[in-house]
């Protein structure tokens, strides 16, 4: 058992796709089986279950991810706590965010960031960024771009970035959908909404639903992520609440297909960077915290 085929395996294992861990790892997809073969020989246990169209971790496989992170955990403080007397830091930092965020909020954070620490290497994974608090918590990322949750846990610091204005947002081309909301009186119990799956804008909307009276809403879809969102507001499902710069970082071609009819619907959603407490010390996470901070 080495490093590399504790790395490989949990990527398979958020992955659960041998092809695009094998893209995202830079081997090949044969490569791969044979290091997780070898790794589930030098276990003596069947980590993943596979056919030719899923793969699923078996009971063994949810006992090593664990394993898994905190061996690779270990092995970048030990890197960190040799190499921090040294003229600069150097080391792997791994970041969760949306999408959006990656194009909004993360650029100028990085530029101060690898000014300081050139040396440093940014792992970046983007996906829904209501999941960047579980994400930390469970160390799959050393930091996470995300809005402030409703109840913070308490082992976990958050620095605030930039309040979010968000804004109801509905198809911009003829549809039954946009045809409802420009009644003189919308019934909103029939018009159909695209929520996310959770997180703080899934309570927003909920909020926003008993504020206006609407016991039972009309839900088209639940998505993971809010980009999908504004994309399924575009082909004309329904309509959505969603943060402004979503929106503003959004393709042109499904831009233009929507259109705000409620800005500033709700109170803004406060994104900022989440981190274990317990993981400030860290050098490496020490710097990236210090950067924020910097005016």
């Known amino acids: 058992m080495n490093l590399r085929d504790l790395r490989l395996f949990l990527h398979l294992a958020e992955s659960r796709h041998f092809g695009r861990t094998a893209k995202a790892m830079h081997i090949s997809p044969s490569t791969l089986s ?3 073969q070898r790794l589930e ?3 003596g246990q069947i980590l993943f279950l596979r056919d030719n169209r899923t ?8 006992q090593v991810i664990t394993f898994a992170q905190q061996t690779l955990l270990q092995y970048r403080q030990l890197r960190h706590s040799l190499g921090q007397h040294g003229p600069s830091l150097s080391g792997e930092l791994r970041l969760f965010c949306s999408v959006t965020a990656a194009y909004s909020h993360l650029p100028p954070i990085l530029d101060r960031f690898r000014a300081d620490q050139p040396l440093v290497e940014i792992k970046l994974t983007t996906g829904d960024a209501a999941d960047a608090v579980d994400k930390v918590q469970s160390n799959s990322a050393d930091l996470g771009i995300a809005g402030h949750p409703e109840t913070l846990p308490g082992s976990v610091s958050f620095m605030p970035i930039e309040k979010i204005p968000l804004s109801l947002i509905m198809p911009a081309l003829p549809c039954p959908a946009q045809a409802q909301i420009r009644q003189s009186s919308p019934d909103w119990a029939q018009i159909p909404f695209i929520l996310p799956e959770h997180g703080p804008v899934r309570k927003r909307i909920e909020l926003w639903f008993r504020r206006h009276r609407i016991a039972n809403p009309l839900i ?3 998505v993971s992520g809010h980009e999908a969102m504004v994309s399924m507001v575009a082909l004309g499902c329904g309509i959505a609440l969603i943060p402004d710069v979503v929106l503003e970082n959004s393709p042109e071609p ?9 800005a500033n619907a709700m109170e803004p959603l406060e994104l900022g ?3 274990q407490k317990k993981r400030l010390s860290e050098p490496l996470i020490a710097a990236f915290w210090q950067t924020l901070q910097a005016p």
């Open 34 to 36: 044979r290091q997780i």
């Open 41 to 43: 020989e030098d276990i």
């Open 55 to 62: 793969v699923q971790l078996t009971e063994a496989g949810q």
């Open 220 to 222: 088209y879809a639940t």
């Open 254 to 262: 499904v831009r233009n297909r929507v259109s705000v009819f409620a």
């Open 273 to 275: 960077v989440c981190v």
